[in-house]
DNA sequence: AACTGCCATATTTTCGAAAATTTCCGATTG
DNA sequence: CAATCGGAAATTTTCGAAAATATGGCAGTT
């Protein structure tokens, strides 16, 4: 008996590379791989609070999931900085501190401003055309909601960020070093974590920070091939972060952080 | 029935947050800690070819495990890219190649080029004598291998190995910044994988190159904060890869990697 | 009251088998 | 002969239970 999956699940013949974008259709190839995104998804947005415990049992009931794929996924959103643990009592949210907001910023920073002056020497056409397709899509979503009134739907939300995340990818994507692009989409996670708190919960009518204004400055020199996009982009994530640290009312430091 | 563990198994009371260095006595905690050491170090020396499958089954049989620990430790593995795998195709051992061993050095140079510059600006007193400190238990096993006549013992290798390590990481341990100093970590392994093959193989008395000497300029360079202890670094990594890409024959470019 | 040892309970970790999927091989067809 | 289809075998993935360990409370002692 025990009938593994309900039905005979989508019949993705293509499988694709683990760490590969698309997957678009027929959702993940295996439990493990949900259970990776969900898990990721849910610790992003805030779902499980910093520094809380998270129990196999509770997952399991949540996800629908036996152990097998869950400690999959929580052992690989632990190699990510987003899941902490000790051997034998199990694991935790990661805890959010200063400290920690500030060596991702700065590491994103030294991460990104090397992948960005490699793009500028290799850009071609192509990455160019990518990053004002980019910059427009974000700004299009930006005007949109600056035209809604009361609060904005959180799918709307959610495609702010999606656009936000491709347009600083485009800036990028052409430094031809598979390891640099990979920490910087970890990065760009780690820091979301950090980041969506503050943009879902409050100041989202008044905003107070042009954003807008800064990418397209970012987008003009990286354009014109210049280092000053790069002083520029290192600005705008330490004024992310500087606003954040700012707006977070940090918990006191105690000695017991899991469990 | 089906005793787990043969034993109780060493009572280590302590546990030890994963990626801490210790452990000491008593060995891994969880046997998936313990299925992540052996296999990591396996790939490192070579004991499995690059790209060769990693059957679930002859692991199994290899470590006397069972899967669970062992798909942990993969998983844990392919984040760290020693391991490669496709969604229900399994895993395997993650290819060399050229772009991969430049990639990774150059990526090294980044980190640690930031982590030397910071720890060169936080260093105190402990910081330099642990750098000449390491320097010198270093000196001292190069000079035992030089005596020895014919084949050094493996086991001596690995202790040159462990020095080696313990220098490099001496010099940029006070950078303060827990991802540098992770980033570090990791390339320094996926490094290795290049290194030892050229290290236990061949030219071993033939030592055409002086590395103590390059260690010594180094320490020197960055015991007096001078900012060419980054450029020595550098170039110190870049010589190292060059003379592993020239004494490799790559093998020619396959499509198909894994399995 | 503070400390210690012990037991019951909660939780993690590991196992071995079942299920789902891919791979391999031969027969069949165009 | 190339291509395709089917089905057996190999392999990965998932499950649910068993084992190992940690946790928390309670009694007994100092």
């Known amino acids: 008996m025990a009938v593994h999956r309900k039905a005979g699940r989508n019949a993705s013949a293509a499988g694709g590379e683990r760490g590969a974008a698309g997957e678009s259709a027929s959702g993940p190839a295996t439990l493990g791989e949900a259970a990776y995104q969900?898990?990721?998804?849910?610790?992003?947005?805030?779902?499980?609070?910093a520094g809380e415990p998270l129990r196999l049992e509770a997952l399991?009931?949540?996800?629908?999931?036996?152990?097998?794929?869950?400690?999959?996924?929580?052992?690989?959103?632990?190699s990510e900085r987003l899941v902490a643990s000790t051997a034998l009592r199990g694991f935790s949210v990661a805890p959010l501190s200063r400290e920690e907001i500030e060596d991702a910023t700065e590491t994103r920073i030294l991460i990104e401003s090397e992948a960005l002056r490699r793009s500028m020497r290799n850009g071609d056409d192509d990455w160019e055309a990518g990053i004002v397709a980019a910059f427009h899509a974000l700004s299009l979503q930006v005007e949109r909601q600056s035209k809604v009134a009361g609060s904005v739907a959180t799918a709307d939300l959610f495609a702010m960020e999606e656009r936000h995340h491709h347009f600083h990818r485009a800036l990028i994507s052409h430094?031809?070093?598979?390891?640099?692009?990979?920490?910087a989409e970890r990065l760009y996670v780690e820091t979301q974590r950090y980041r969506l708190p503050n943009y879902f919960g409050g100041v989202l009518g008044q905003r107070r920070r042009d954003a807008t204004a800064e990418h397209r400055e970012i987008m003009d020199a990286t354009l014109g091939r210049s280092e000053e996009a790069v002083r520029l982009l290192a600005d705008h994530y330490r004024k992310t972060a500087a606003i954040i640290e700012a707006s977070i009312?940090?918990?006191?430091?105690?000695?017991?952080?899991?469990?």
């Not at 430094?175 to 920490?183: D, G, K, N």
């Open 38 to 49: 969900r898990l990721r998804a849910d610790i992003v947005v805030g779902a499980f609070k």
């Open 60 to 78: 399991r009931q949540r996800y629908g999931l036996s152990f097998s794929p869950l400690r999959e996924a929580l052992m690989r959103l632990q």
């Open 175 to 183: 430094c031809r070093s598979p390891r640099l692009l990979e920490l």
């Open 249 to 259: 009312e940090w918990p006191p430091v105690s000695g017991k952080a899991a469990r």
